[in-house]
């Protein structure tokens, strides 16, 4: 019987979520894990020893709605510790388990476009807050106050527990089917979601990408060199072909309805937008100067697709 | 969703999006203002209610608290206003907000309890919470709600505003989460909710007008508003305060940053939920105070 519970208890949840969730003994695994990336000292910052951890579930009751963002990733689990040093601001450490290094990349590519200090695979600091990621894991160092001090003592934190984590991870492999030229490295943004979409590039309110957390997502930005204007490439991953071509119709449908079968268009912006589909996937430019350039931007892509699938 | 007209990028870039809006949620965005009589808010504010270290002066507060009610309510003395709103033998939740980063501030939780318990009300029937309140005594049993929170920019619902601070009524909020919370005003209808509140305040002292950073906080993007918005509608106040958010974000950056998230429940709780009006046209602001920089 109990036997039973479980499995209606694993169907329901993966099919509200997606995710499969952590069973206990996979929990305490990762708890135990996740402990010994973080120093108990540093220099003379300690930790206070009250390690919190939330899972997907319980991750609302430490930030509320803000775990929806994290939650749109594979997100596993959540270690928060506190560490005090007299006279200074307690620095908090927010050590999430991705559940991939691809969804570790994802998140942290949200929000990027301050300093990179060298800190993981990937880092940015500002406004008193540092974000990371290595291997399956992604990382907020924050004071809790605003201090003098604040910035070396949060990259002090940093800079230890990324070194703790021993193995590195791939970022999503739909990037490498990214063209190289005019590409802005620090642009790319890794996602799931459709609300995520939007918050890089509003396409729509609703979600005519038939985007959920089985798609995978990459926006790229472009800036060629004789115009310096943003060029964006949006590429998408579906399960299967067919979902693949469901979505690109709603989107031609809802976005560029008075698109002829070559699916390129000037729009309001006096810019371009071309879209196509291909295989499991959907691939559109967004804002190109010209329609030379998106198609040129949507065939490099699709060479790319050809080339380097299996 | 069925039946809404689609709203996509192009929309904005053609000047359309705000009709687009209306057709979709039935508002009258265009300028024409419904026969209805218009809903009335306070907003007040004080140069002095911050002072040069940061502190919030409790004295300051509760005159602001004191002169918006009196205005919203048509009475001379506080307390007489306060006894249109809260009977003696009211059991009173004040529903407050604690977000670490930006929560309500506890100098204005104490100037609306002490005006509470001045009409009469025991202390003992008085409780100010958040986040445990469906295990809180008071709460369960309350015959009226006070609801004030924090005005800010939220990731998944566009603000968090009057309507959203309910969503502790509920033990799964994260059911509430689709579709941009569109569902939020439905809390209202629940019976530990429906019909109590008698008043709305979303403190404007300090508002967060922009998202970044761990817990979508980021202290450069917090401004000193020195305000409070005191009204009986919550969809009115979080209609105006989504708009002074979006006139904040215009000032410090220079131009229009959209929110992560349109917020579509603000629109939904009017045309579907018949909680409030959304219609900027329909809501007569009251300013009183200061006003250098009111934006609104």
């Known amino acids: 019987m109990a036997v039973f519970f479980l499995s209606v208890f694993i169907f329901i949840t993966v099919l509200a979520t997606g995710v499969w969730p952590a069973f206990p003994v996979e929990s305490n695994k990762m708890k135990i894990e996740m402990k010994k990336l973080l120093p108990l000292e540093v220099g003379m910052f300690q930790s206070e020893g009250k390690d919190q951890f939330y899972d997907r579930k319980t991750t609302f009751r430490y930030m509320d709605g803000a775990a929806e963002l994290y939650r749109s990733y594979g997100f596993k689990l959540l270690m928060v510790c506190r560490y005090v040093k007299v006279d200074h601001s307690p620095i908090i450490v927010e050590l999430f388990h991705m559940g991939s290094s691809e969804d570790a990349f994802g998140i942290f590519s949200y929000e990027t476009g301050e300093e990179e200090v060298g800190i993981g695979q990937g880092s940015d600091y500002g406004g008193g807050l540092l974000r990371f990621w290595k291997g399956k894991y992604f990382a907020n160092v924050f004071a809790e106050r605003e201090a003098l001090s604040m910035r070396r003592d949060i990259l002090s934190i940093g800079h230890p527990i990324a070194g703790n984590i021993k193995k590195e991870g791939h970022k999503p492999r739909l990037i490498q089917f990214l063209p190289g030229e005019g590409l802005s490295e620090k642009s790319l943004r890794y996602f799931h979601l459709h609300q995520v979409l939007n918050h890089h590039y509003f396409i729509s309110h609703q979600n005519i990408l038939h985007l959920g957390e089985q798609t995978k997502g990459v926006l790229a930005t472009y800036l060629p060199q004789e115009t310096k204007e943003k060029t964006f490439l949006l590429l998408v991953q579906y399960p299967t072909k067919k979902l693949a071509e469901t979505a690109f119709h709603s989107f031609v449908k809802a976005y560029m309805p008075e698109a002829s079968h070559f699916r390129t268009i000037k729009t309001e912006n006096g810019k371009w937008i071309s879209a196509q589909p291909h295989d499991h996937y959907i691939l559109v430019v967004f804002d190109a100067p010209s329609q030379g350039k998106a198609e040129a931007l949507i065939e490099a892509t699709r060479n790319n697709l050809e080339k380097r699938l299996p | ?296």
């Open chain 2, 1 to 296: 969703m069925r039946g809404r007209k689609v709203i996509t990028r192009r929309d904005f870039l053609r000047g359309t999006a705000y009709t687009a809006f209306a057709t979709a949620f039935g508002s009258s965005l265009k300028g024409e203002v419904k026969a209805e009589e218009k809903v009335k808010i306070i907003l007040i504010r004080d140069e002095k209610v911050i002072d040069p270290q940061g502190r919030i002066n409790q004295k300051i507060l509760q005159e602001m608290l004191d002169q918006g009610v009196c205005k919203l309510l048509g009475e001379e003395n506080p307390v007489q206003a306060w006894k249109k709103l809260i009977k003696p033998t009211d059991i009173v939740g004040i529903k407050s907000n604690v977000w670490a980063y930006l929560p309500t501030p506890k100098e204005l939780e104490d100037a609306i309890q002490q005006r509470i318990m001045d009409v009469g009300v025991q202390k003992k029937d008085i409780s100010i919470g958040d986040r445990d309140i469906l295990n809180n005594p008071v709460f369960r049993s309350s015959t009226a709600l006070i609801n004030v929170r924090p005005l800010r920019t939220h990731h998944w619902s566009g603000i968090g505003g009057c309507i959203k601070n309910y969503v502790m009524f509920v033990s799964a909020p994260w059911l509430y989460h689709s579709d941009a919370c569109s569902p939020l005003a439905s809390i209202w209808n629940k019976s530990i909710v429906k019909g109590k509140t008698r008043l709305n305040i979303l403190s404007l002292i300090r508002t967060q007008f922009y998202n970044r950073g761990a817990h979508h906080f980021d202290r450069r993007f917090v401004s000193e508003y020195k305000g409070l918005l005191i009204g009986k509608d919550p969809v009115a106040l979080d209609a105006i305060g989504a708009r002074l958010l979006q006139l904040q974000r215009i000032a410090y950056f220079g131009e229009d940053r959209p929110l992560d998230t349109t917020p579509n429940h603000i629109f939904v709780a009017d045309e579907k939920y018949k909680l409030g009006v959304s219609d900027l046209n329909r809501i007569e602001i009251i300013k009183l105070g200061w006003m250098e920089g009111v934006l609104i």
